[in-house]
């Protein structure tokens, strides 16, 4: 019986939780290729432009649409979704991914890490950033099969940067005895520990000299996502940047944190 109200619906979020949204929201399956076109979403060619001394941007080894942040995840207000765009409703907001990019090209990393391959968005668009600093190579991990985003990076030219780990992240980070990282990315899963474990480890055993980004990171979240989730990651946040040298927050769409660890 309807009281009038929008009614709801149970969908399954990108990090395998089961949360009520208005069923206007278009949340559907984040891991399926091609999504943004199937969900019928405004699908835009993305803006890039040349750049000085033969410069472009990482974007134009992208050949696929963006759409709009707000039309594939659920958001409150606050979070301005509907001014980010993402790829196959699945990656990093790309003005996040721009600003990955950036970091990495003045961090100038030997060596960089990303949890969390999916597709393999955030590993181009930093590969890209290690190819114009003619150095360095980015491990990046993922539980499940890379074999889209291996293609990806082949595809843009980029494949002799990246060594592609199929593991679980922490149990890959606690065995790992290479080098340390100057820059990692952290994007797996927020569910059970698993992000805040990843940046515990790194810091613990030393293994990162430089940046760390963590994603999903907006206040936000807790009006759509399990509050004790969202609290327990945000107490993981804070715990995570005492131990920091600094920390910069960008509280919009899903969020951002960068810390400095020296
Ligand atoms: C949000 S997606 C990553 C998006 C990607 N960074 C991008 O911007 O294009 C999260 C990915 O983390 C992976 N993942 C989740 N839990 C993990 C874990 N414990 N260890 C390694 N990978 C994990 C999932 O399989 C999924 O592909």
Redesign the pocket.
Same mark, same amino acid.
């Given at each position: 019986m309807s009281n009038g109200a929008p009614s709801n619906r149970l969908v399954r979020t +990108? +990090?395998g939780r089961i949360i009520r949204v208005p069923a206007q929201s278009h949340h559907q399956d984040?891991?399926a290729p091609d999504r943004s076109a199937k969900m019928g979403c405004a699908l835009e060619p993305v803006r890039t432009g040349e750049g000085r001394h033969g410069m472009r941007s990482w974007l134009d080894r992208i050949k696929e649409p963006s759409c709009r942040e707000s039309d594939v995840h659920y958001h409150v207000e606050e979070e301005q979704s509907h001014l980010f765009h993402t *790829?196959e409703g %699945?990656?990093?907001e790309i003005e996040y991914?721009s600003l990955i990019n950036a970091i990495v090209q003045v961090a100038k990393p030997a060596l960089a890490l990303?949890? %969390?391959? !999916?597709? %393999? *968005?955030?590993?181009l668009?930093i590969a890209d950033a290690l190819e114009r600093n003619e150095r360095g190579k980015l491990i990046s991990? @993922?539980?499940?099969d890379q074999g889209l985003?291996r293609q990806r990076l082949q595809a843009a030219g980029l494949a002799q940067r990246v060594e592609w780990v199929q593991?679980?992240? +922490?149990e890959?980070l606690r065995a790992y005895a290479g080098l340390p990282f100057g820059f990692a !990315?952290l @994007?797996?899963?927020v569910?059970d520990g698993?992000r805040i474990g990843e940046a515990e480890i790194l810091l613990s055993r030393r293994l990162v000299q430089g940046y760390i980004v963590l994603? @999903?990171t907006s206040r936000y979240r807790a009006g759509y996502e399990p509050a004790d989730e969202v609290q327990r990651y945000q107490v993981g946040l804070n715990h995570l940047a005492q131990q920091s040298a600094g920390q910069v927050r960008f509280p919009f769409s899903q969020g951002l944190t960068l810390l400095q660890v020296s």
């Open positions: +990108r +990090r984040p891991y *790829f %699945g990656s990093c991914l990303e949890t %969390g391959t !999916l597709h %393999g *968005f955030s590993a668009a991990i @993922d539980v499940a985003a593991s679980e992240s +922490r890959y !990315l @994007d797996s899963s569910s698993t994603h @999903d």
